[in-house]
């Protein structure tokens, strides 16, 4: 028996024990073979038995702790919704919050029912279809142990036997890791015109390159998709035998093979570090197989030190330097043509350059992927070429799915349809793309392509800006390898991995798309969000994702819709994971000019995360500050997230009734200060008053600098308050305002409040 047939019987028991669970009686056909050895020791492994039921889903989240965590921790427990992951062709699926009570199973039932009815006898066989039922709705069910969804235990138990089908009485067998270094570089260090799309285009060929070099990987070993643990933002880990030479040879040939075309197509910007760790098999169902995922994770770093070494003689023999590209700046081509050519005078461009801007203005419309080694394949709307395979673009799944060959794999984007996946073939591939479509089309176009700057910067509240928007998972690293302590098996990690990817590269899309359902809506229903805030209740959809994937977004938008998403991203990010105090975020904007280079945007939001990150984490970094989340949205019961010499300094005084930025914009945006702008002009003042004191200062103590930082705005800020008109003063309204901006404690928020006011008001 193959590994793809032992990977096929784990699937299908899985989906029997589901029709079970739902008193649901399989199609004719639909029946158990003799159970491969291999598949008997995997079971026995992960302690998936006979009796092992399945039942509502804790949420895993609730379990990740760091061992050095002294944050107070809401323990009462969340429960995943049930509820199938599911969408239309013209949207994404909703976010499912965590909930405090258990879910109605009984009714969810009655959901799961048909879907297995609909099987058919040629589907029995059909290990991607079968795969995919059980991640659409299994993933919220737990099979076994309370914090383990069905979906992950069942995909890990195939990975595990298909490991182990040559020799089910193994003691080890392999995890693969694998990393494409140079990502940023080769993302961002671009200029020219189009650059949003040709931006969006490089992330989009990235996520490719790494399914290509996976694709290979599990060819090269005979291994199923269920084997991949995780493949992602230039990231891979897969489960192997412990066939060392087999292994050895294919990662040989693997690495081999991507870093010779990564070094002649791309000058070696980016580099394919790949490695393994043999991997007891006792050690799946316990914390020493995070211990071995950290440590093939370092071991990529020591090859990433080391890159092309064996090329080094080709790196310094010099070349001849022709005209450079106007976009990449890269100066070894000759062949230069029109970035865009349908414009002959736009800028001049190498071929890499000139594909990603072309890819660019296709992605809105692209459904699905054929993967090929046919060079031509008529349907599609434009190809790109990995080494000895072509991706074809399509536009809609059924052209794909009706030209694509047995041999051939079809990818389909963002799309839960069951019934788009009857053929063997067809795999998802799940992104981050949303994207609001340009209201101009631009000349020779078929549609309008992408949002473009100019257009966000004109659609934007106040001022004409463009907001770019960076954000991560503080500790990541440190959540996979320590997290969840003793309980760290290979079914929790896979989870782990499989529930951060779906919010940034599935429900990230549902949060842009439909605010008020994800958000403004589901404050009313969902209690974990019962406490959100927004500064207004309108949609934001002039936004456009760049990036996202994995654990982090680069998405760029009208500067004010930028700002709000930002703070939605957080809160529901927060919510979705169940308000746990070790698992946060940490975000940097950028505000500029339409014309702004975008690789400069790209820096400035970067160090501005950079800076978010220097906080301690938890953290925004926005209008020039950087501040924990807590000081952006007020909640003063979280005023502890101030340092404690601070708040012991500022003791003596009375808590202002509105704390920190968001609360005092969103009263004085309600109110009639905008013919007032010297009020607006006053509280930026204060704000440089203080700031060039304290540079004055900094040879001082302690001390005198909080008196300046604390105590300093008092006079000005009164003088300011007294220049308001008498109707905007002796609005009760206003009344907690002028007491709160006149408290020390908001006194380091004014530069921040005084340029939120400003840019919406100009």
């Known amino acids: ?46 302690s998936w038995h006979d009796d092992t039921q399945i039942s509502y889903l804790n949420l895993l989240f609730d379990s990740v702790k760091f061992p050095d965590s002294s944050k107070d ?20 699926p909703s976010i499912p919050y965590p909930l405090t009570a258990h879910p109605n199973l009984e009714a969810y039932k009655t959901i799961v029912k048909p879907e297995l009815k609909n099987i058919r006898e040629e589907d029995w066989q059909n290990l991607s279809l079968l795969t995919l039922i059980l991640e659409k709705y299994g993933s919220c069910l737990s ?15 195939a990975a595990v036997a298909s490991a182990l089908v040559d020799d089910p009485e193994a003691q080890d067998i392999s995890l693969i890791a694998g990393d494409l270094s140079g990502i940023q570089k080769f993302i961002y260090t671009i200029a020219s015109d189009g650059a949003l799309k040709s931006l969006r285009a490089r992330s989009f060929y990235l996520e490719l390159v790494t399914e290509e070099i996976v694709q290979q990987l599990l060819e090269e070993l005979n291994l199923p998709r269920t084997n991949i643990i995780y493949a992602g933002g230039g990231n891979l880990y897969v489960l192997a035998s412990n066939d060392t030479s087999k292994v050895k040879a294919a990662l040989d040939t693997i690495r081999k093979r991507f870093n010779k075309w990564l070094k002649n197509t791309f000058q070696g910007k980016l580099f394919l570090a790949i490695d393994y760790l043999p991997v007891p098999t006792t050690a799946l169902k316990n914390y020493e197989f995070a211990e071995i995922w950290t440590e093939v994770t370092k071991n990529l770093a020591k090859q990433k030190l080391r890159k092309f070494e064996g090329d080094i003689h080709d790196f310094i023999q010099p070349k001849p330097s022709h005209e450079p590209c106007r976009v990449c700046h890269r100066d ?24 990603m801007f072309e890819l660019g203005d296709e992605l809105f419309d692209v459904k699905a992927i054929v993967r090929s080694k046919r060079s031509n394949i008529k349907g599609g709307v434009g190809r790109i070429y990995l080494p000895n395979y072509y991706y074809y673009f399509f536009p809609e799944c059924e052209g794909a799915l009706e030209v694509a060959k047995n041999d051939e794999t079809v990818l389909l984007v963002n799309d839960w349809s069951l019934k788009k996946y009857h053929k063997n073939n067809a795999v998802p591939l799940l992104l981050g793309n949303y994207a609001q479509r340009s209201e101009e089309k631009e000349k020779y176009q078929k549609k309008a392509g992408f949002l473009r700057a100019n257009e966000m910067a004109q659609k934007a509240e106040g001022i ?13 690293g440190r959540i996979f390898a320590e997290g969840l302590g003793k309980n760290q098996t290979l079914p929790r990690l896979a989870g782990l991995s499989r529930q951060m990817s779906y919010f940034f590269k599935v429900y990230l899309n549902s949060l842009a798309e439909n605010r008020k ?14 406490n959100a805030k927004c500064l207004t209740e309108d949609d934001r959809p002039n936004l456009l994702f760049i990036y996202a994937g994995g654990d982090d977004l680069f998405v760029s938008g009208a500067w004010n819709e930028i700002v709000e998403f930002a703070f939605d991203v957080y809160q529901c990010f927060r919510a979705y994971t169940g308000k746990n105090p070790d698992i946060t975020l940490s975000g940097g904007i950028s505000i500029d000019g339409a014309k702004f280079p975008l690789y400069q945007a790209a820096k400035t939001s970067g160090e501005a995360e950079e800076a978010a990150k220097g906080n301690g984490r938890d953290s925004l970094g926005l209008f020039g500050g950087k501040f924990k989340w807590d000081e952006w949205f007020g909640i003063q019961e979280n005023m502890t997230v101030i340092d404690e010499e601070i708040r012991n300094y500022l003791s003596p005084e009375v808590k202002p009734e509105l704390w920190g930025i968001f609360p005092i914009v969103e009263q004085l945006k309600n109110l009639d200060i905008n013919h007032s702008h010297s009020f607006i002009r ?11 004191m304290l540079k004055k200062i900094q040879d001082r103590s302690e001390e005198q600098q909080r008196e300046i930082r604390y105590y300093l705005h008092l006079p000005k800020i009164v003088y300011t308050l007294a220049r308001l008109p008498s109707q905007v003063r002796n609005n009760d309204n206003f009344s907690p305002v002028r007491t709160s901006l006149k408290n020390p404690h908001n006194a380091p928020y004014f530069r921040a409040i005084a340029t939120w006011l400003e840019l919406l008001n100009r």
Not at 23 to 45: F, I, M, N
Not at 332 to 352: G, I, T, V, Y
Not at 464 to 476: N, P, Q, S
């Open 1 to 46: 028996m193959t590994s793809q047939e032992v990977a096929l019987q784990v699937i299908q028991q899985a989906i029997c024990a589901l029709a079970g669970w739902a008193d649901c009686t399989l199609p004719d056909g639909c029946q158990l073979s003799t159970e491969h050895p291999a598949v008997t020791k995997a079971k026995e492994l992960l």
């Open 73 to 92: 921790r809401d323990f009462e427990t969340h429960y995943c919704p049930a509820v199938a992951i599911d969408s239309s062709d013209d949207s994404y």
């Open 143 to 157: 099979f076994g142990e309370p914090d383990i969804a069905l979906i992950d235990m069942v995909r890990s138990t």
């Open 332 to 355: 070894d081509l000759q062949s230069l043509k029109s970035l865009n050519r349908r414009e002959p005078d736009s800028s001049r461009a190498c071929w890499m350059c000139r594909t």
């Open 464 to 476: 004409a800006r463009v907001g770019y928007l960076r954000m991560d998972v503080d500790r990541l």
């Open 517 to 530: 359902e994800n958000l403004l809506a589901a404050r009313n229903s969902v209690k974990i969000l019962d």
């Open 682 to 692: 006053n509280l930026l003042l204060t704000a440089e008053l203080q700031e060039n």
